[in-house]
T-cell receptor, first 116, second 111 residues
Framework: EPEVTQTPSHQVTQMGQEVILRCVPI?????FYWYRQILGQKVEFLVS????????KSEIFDDQFSVERPDGSNFTLKIRSTKLEDSAMYFC??????????????FGPGTRLTVL | QKEVEQDPGPLSVPEGAIVSLNCTYS??????FMWYRQYSRKGPELLMY????GNKEDGRFTAQVDKSSKYISLFIRDSQPSDSATYLC???????????FGQGTRLTINP
């Protein structure tokens, strides 16, 4: 069964450093997402991406964040200057839009980001 | 007012019991409802989704939506220890991209 994959599974970085989290969405999906989950809190939407541009983003997704689809398979989330509060699980998801315009989103296993 | 509210539990039941997990939501524009299962330190795994009010059954799992009261339920029959996980309800507005999640209910099925 096709699945979303993410690398690395765990990333440790120093505050102020740049990190890139990588995802390979399901191959025939056209819509891509990043969510995050701070320990003990809800899964929160960050951004959605379609046709090589951001289609929706949350207030969390500020100028420190960027997303890119550098080739036909990868989807990345970059955090330019990490803060302690960026420590969280980051989940990538992908979907194909259904006939009612509804996206059933499938999630990857996550990257645990620890900012020291 | 929180968009989606879910009792975080924890909920502990004996094997074989019927489990009821519930969420409420505040926005009438939410039209599509999902249940995800999340094992510890893993990504959410889609269990079921439903569009309309009423019941949808898949094996031991039944999802129920009551749009008039903005209430979402997931029932698990003949619960197994392997069902032990956190269950997340989620909802979305048709045509939007952002899934809105509940807090998640941590469920333990005791052998």
């Amino acid at each position: 069964e096709p699945e979303v994959t993410q690398t690395p599974s765990h990333q440790v970085t120093q505050m102020g450093q740049e990190v890139i989290l990588r995802c390979v969405p399901i191959s025939n999906h056209l819509y891509f997402y990043w969510y995050r989950q701070i320990l003990g809190q809800k899964v929160e939407f960050l951004v959605s991406f379609y046709n090589n541009e951001i289609s929706e983003k949350s207030e969390i997704f500020d100028d420190q964040f960027s997303v890119e689809r550098p080739d036909g398979s990868n989807f990345t989330l970059k955090i330019r200057s990490t803060k302690l509060e960026d420590s969280a699980m980051y989940f990538c998801a992908s979907s194909e839009r259904g006939p009612l315009g509804i996206d059933t989103q499938y999630f990857g296993p996550g990257t645990r980001l620890t900012v020291l | 007012q929180k968009e989606v509210e879910q009792d975080p539990g924890p909920l502990s039941v004996p094997e074989g019991a019927i489990v009821s997990l519930n969420c409420t939501y505040s926005n009438s524009a939410f039209q599509y409802f999902m249940w995800y299962r999340q094992y510890s330190r893993k990504g959410p795994e889609l269990l079921m989704y439903t569009y309309s009010s009423g019941n949808k059954e898949d094996g031991r799992f039944t999802a129920q939506v009551d749009k008039s009261s903005k209430y979402i339920s997931l029932f698990i029959r003949d619960s197994q220890p392997s069902d032990s996980a956190t269950y997340l309800c989620a909802t979305i507005i048709q045509g939007a991209q952002k899934l809105v999640f509940g807090q998640g209910t941590r469920l333990t099925i005791n052998p």
